[in-house]
């Protein structure tokens, strides 16, 4: 059984994590979110579940705004071609539903299944926002959490400069 939002705080209280959460109706894509986040603080991302030519799963979690380019982001980060994961496998190994995918969902993949790769500008953004296992509300904890709270579930963080 995948960990619920309640469990995840409860997780990131245990590791001495700081967050605030603000509910909002359920969104799906960048767009809804930003129309309906209002004044919500941090550098907010967008998430990619990809699975590539030989079978490895990424988690590919950059700022909102960036263009990543899926045939030339392969050599970004080492890997072969990628395409988007399916959604039975997105459940299967991070345990969220489409429009929730999230870095807080490695909690979920205790088999360290997936490689994490972020945007280099996280590591330096103080704070990022983003949805705690699911769409209905966006959590803020402080980018030096985000990568206490990776490291904690036995991933590891490669930094790649979007542009």
């Known amino acids: ?3 619920t939002s309640e469990m995840l705080f409860r997780h990131l209280k245990g590791l001495g994590i700081a967050t605030t959460t603000i ?3 359920p969104v799906f894509t960048v767009e809804e979110a930003k129309a309906l986040r209002g004044t919500i603080p941090g550098f907010h991302v967008k998430n ?3 699975k590539d030519k030989k079978g490895l799963l990424w988690l590919v979690v950059c700022e909102e705004e960036a263009t990543v380019d899926l045939k030339a982001l392969p050599a970004l980060i080492g890997s072969s071609r990628l395409s988007f994961g399916r959604v039975e496998l997105l459940r299967e190994v991070l345990g969220v539903e489409p429009g929730s995918v999230t870095p807080f969902a ?3 993949d205790l088999q360290n299944r997936v490689k994490v790769v972020l945007d280099s500008r996280i590591a330096i953004a103080g704070a990022i926002s983003c949805h705690p ?5 966006t959590t803020t904890i402080a980018s030096s959490d985000l990568m206490a709270f990776i490291q904690s579930t036995g991933h590891v963080a490669k930094l790649v400069d979007f542009g």
């Not at 296992?133 to 509300?137: A, G, P």
Request: some cysteine.
């Open 23 to 25: 509910s909002h109706p």
């Open 1 to 3: 059984m995948p960990a």
């Open 48 to 50: 990619l579940f990809l």
């Open 133 to 137: 296992l699911e769409n209905t509300c």
């Open 106 to 108: 490695l909690i979920n």
